[in-house]
Nanobody, 126 residues
Framework: QVQLVESGGGLVQAGGSLRLSCAAS????????MGWFRQAPGKEREFVGA????????LFANSVKGRFTISRDNAKNTVFLQMNSLQPEDTAIYYC???????????????????WGQGTQVTVSS
């Protein structure tokens, strides 16, 4: 089992920045990819970005590419989502997720991730 806890959400003005953290515990060695997803009211949960826990390669949704980055601190079992140039349309609950698939691919579909955090709210005011 892997447990994930997000933190760092909050209220920010448009153009501002936030950094979300996802602390993992449990069977960390089994985790292959750490992903970030978000869900706005009335919308489906969507892929934001992800990082391979060991290799460090990343993938981002087109909507956040160039504004968001992902990094990890494997010594602390923590993944970070740095969000810059935030816009009102970035308002959502942000979720951290983990998969154990050991694939060469980074998955963008929610059903490919086995473990999920409880989410943290990000609100961007205009």
């Amino acid at each position: 089992q892997v447990q994930l806890v997000e933190s760092g959400g909050g209220l920010v003005q448009a153009g501002g920045s936030l950094r979300l953290s996802c602390a993992a515990s449990g069977r960390i060695s089994s985790v292959d990819t750490m992903g970030w997803f978000r869900q706005a009211p009335g919308k489906e949960r969507e892929f934001v970005g992800a990082i391979k826990r060991l290799a460090g390669n990343t993938l981002f949704a087109n909507s956040v590419k160039g504004r968001f980055t992902i990094s990890r601190d494997n010594a602390k079992n923590t993944v970070f989502l740095q969000m810059n140039s935030l816009q009102p349309e970035d308002t959502a609950i942000y979720y951290c997720a983990a998969d154990r698939d050991n694939s060469v691919f980074i998955y963008v579909y929610t059903n490919m991730y086995e473990y999920w955090g409880q989410g943290t709210q990000v609100t961007v005011s205009s």
